[in-house]
């Protein structure tokens, strides 16, 4: 309370924002950012105690957590009609099935009760000499179940269209293409809907918790990835992305900030052979994300971790994407994933009851720590013996050419002298 009562800044925010249940304020002016930075040490143990959940961006099932509001051009989705039907639930898909037939049939139907009224074929219902545009319709129902006959092709019984009439010719044309349209269309959709290969995620199982532990004397962020089917993933290819809120020098706030993790992409370890459950690494080194972040910080931090697995599947030659994410209470700091694979007579054997288990293993991270220091500390004093070594060189240049140039000037002044010299010694 000593600091807020010594500095007197007045406190101008740019915007306030929510964001995971919190208030959030943005800040323009550096200085008083800085000032929040010295207040962050004595607030931390109050919201320690208060600390909410973070909201997942994405789900652990995958499931993008983000839902679109204040959409004022929704027309966008009809202009990709069959796109916008395929990605609809499937209740919605069969009842837009069922009322794509309905409608056309009841349409026609209408139209076709709609020529026998006009023609007056309802009002010779008895007459034997009279030719109706169609046979037996003598109502609504008869003329829908004609429109249904024609559309599906099922073929006429009673009901048949007669050559005297020219537009009830053109208008079975119409149907007939007509129908075959939305029979394409709409048996299309569903095809499309039941080959998409979203199922064949739910084969692909990421484990529970990621770990950080040392891998050939390297510090390493560990997660494990696995396929329960036999029929395996084409060109397997993995991706992680950090997500944090960060805040730039110039004050703007990005809540939901996008940092790539590298997971062997200049190796090609990002790529899989995804035929028994592998361990993806990254190094934690000075590019890493995570450089700057020890056990005790990463309990404090929040941010998530999604792993995106994409690949083909074998079966259907579709593109199939797995995803999954880890907070940052369910990074285990210390930690190293169970071996699960045994050998068997004549093949590996794989236990997936020991997929998710993880046990306790010595991280050495004071050890690493001091390494790294060791490091730039030999570098540091390596960088200044250098620099001390170019600094007595030149001026040892520079003495070396003073008193060459000290030296040139005696001899020219002591020869300009000695003519004078041998004048007097003549004279004499």
Same mark, same amino acid.
């Given at each position: ?8 800044? *007045? ?17 323009? &002016? ?35 957590? %983000?839902?679109?509001?204040? /959409? ?26 069922? /009322? ?27 007459? =034997? ?5 169609? &046979? ?37 044309? @119409? ?25 064949? +995620? ?18 390493? @962020? ?14 397997? &290819? ?27 992409? =200049? ?7 995804? %035929? ?19 056990? +005790? ?6 941010? =998530? ?6 690949? /083909?599947? =074998? ?34 054997? %794989?236990?997936?009851? +020991? ?22 500390? +030999? ?28 030296? %040139? ?13 041998? *004048?007097? &010694?003549?004279?004499?």
């Amino acid at each position: 309370m000593a600091l807020k009562s010594q500095i007197q800044v *007045q406190l101008v925010f740019c915007s306030t924002e929510t964001w995971f249940g919190k208030q959030i304020r943005v800040i323009c &002016n550096h200085e008083i950012r800085f000032v929040l930075c010295l207040w962050a040490p004595a607030v931390t143990k109050v919201q320690s105690r208060t600390r909410r959940k973070r909201q997942r961006y994405v789900e652990k099932n995958g499931r993008c957590n %983000v839902q679109h509001g204040n /959409m004022r051009e929704t027309y966008r989705y009809l202009t990709d009609i069959f796109t916008t039907l395929v990605d609809l639930n499937w209740r919605c898909s069969l009842f837009v099935f069922v /009322m794509a037939y309905a409608v056309t049939w009841l349409f026609f139907g209408a139209i076709w009760y709609l020529i026998a009224y006009c023609r007056g074929d309802l009002d010779h219902l008895e007459d =034997e000499t009279w030719t109706p545009c169609v &046979n037996n319709v003598n109502g609504f129902i008869s003329a829908f179940l004609f429109s249904i006959e024609t559309e599906t092709t099922i073929g006429y019984g009673h009901r048949v269209i007669t050559d005297q009439c020219p537009v009830g010719t053109m208008l079975l044309l @119409l149907q007939a293409i007509l129908g075959s349209m939305v029979n394409a269309f709409m048996v299309g959709c569903m095809f499309v809907k039941i080959s998409q290969p979203n199922k064949r +995620a739910e084969t692909l199982v990421f484990s529970k918790h990621a770990v950080i532990s040392l891998r050939d004397d390297k510090l390493c @962020l560990m997660f494990r990835v696995g396929d329960l089917r036999s029929s395996h993933i084409v060109g397997a &290819n993995m991706r992680a992305k950090l997500i944090k809120s960060k805040q730039t020098q110039e004050g703007e706030f990005i809540p939901l900030d996008q940092t790539d993790i590298s997971v062997g992409f =200049e190796t090609g370890d990002d790529r899989l052979f995804l %035929v028994s459950p592998l361990v993806i690494s990254h190094e934690i080194d000075s590019c890493s994300a995570f450089w700057d972040m020890s056990q +005790a910080q990463l309990e404090k931090e929040d941010f =998530e971790i999604v792993v995106i697995l994409e690949g /083909m599947v =074998e079966a259907t030659g579709m593109t199939c994407q797995a995803r999954s994410s880890y907070l940052a209470e369910e990074v285990l700091w210390g930690h190293r994933f169970s071996p699960m694979m045994s050998l068997a007579e004549g093949f590996f054997d %794989v236990d997936y009851g +020991a997929f998710h288990h993880t046990f306790e293993v010595k991280c050495d991270e004071v050890a690493f720590d001091l390494k790294e220091e060791d490091l730039f500390l +030999a570098l540091e004093h390596l960088n200044i013996f250098v620099w001390g070594l170019c600094f007595l060189s030149l001026c040892v240049c520079v003495c070396v050419c003073v008193c060459v140039c000290v030296c %040139v000037c005696v001899c020219v002044k002591f020869k300009s002298f000695q003519p004078y010299e041998t *004048q007097i &010694n003549t004279k004499i």
